[in-house]
């Protein structure tokens, strides 16, 4: 069952930790993990997204160039490939990122 209008606020430019909490799939079932928002690709399989099995809960990071530059509303969709093969859109709605008021350098 997919959560619909999962939106979001991100700073564009700041590391960002986002938690999807899972209903109804358990994640320790999970095979592969796909994320998108726009040209943002994050997977299981290339280690940018990472589950926690004991809180059921999906977990990506975006980096700081990820945003960078994307202020607005972007589209974003979760979807798993469950260890049966069975595909399911976990999640989507919009990422706002939000200009910073102040952007320093690192």
């Known amino acids: 069952m997919t959560a619909e209008n999962?939106?979001?606020?991100?700073l564009e430019g700041d590391h960002n930790r986002i938690i999807f909490e899972v209903k109804n799939?358990?994640?320790?079932?999970?095979?592969?993990?796909?994320?998108?928002?726009?040209?943002?690709?994050?997977?299981l399989e290339d280690g940018s997204i990472?589950?926690?099995?004991?809180?059921?809960?999906?977990?990506?990071d975006l980096e700081n160039e990820e945003t960078h530059g994307r202020a607005g509303r972007i589209q974003h969709e979760l979807k798993?490939?469950?260890?049966?093969?069975?595909i399911s859109?976990?999640?989507?709605?919009?990422?706002?990122?939000?200009?910073?008021k102040r952007v320093i350098e690192a």
Request: hydrophobic share 40%; no cysteine; proline share 2%.
């Open 25 to 43: 799939v358990d994640v320790g079932d999970v095979d592969k993990i796909f994320w998108y928002a726009g040209e943002i690709e994050k997977t």
């Open 80 to 86: 798993i490939v469950d260890i049966f093969g069975d």
């Open 50 to 60: 990472t589950i926690d099995e004991e809180k059921n809960e999906i977990i990506l």
């Open 6 to 10: 999962q939106n979001f606020e991100v």
């Open 89 to 100: 859109t976990l999640s989507q709605g919009k990422m706002i990122v939000k200009e910073p």
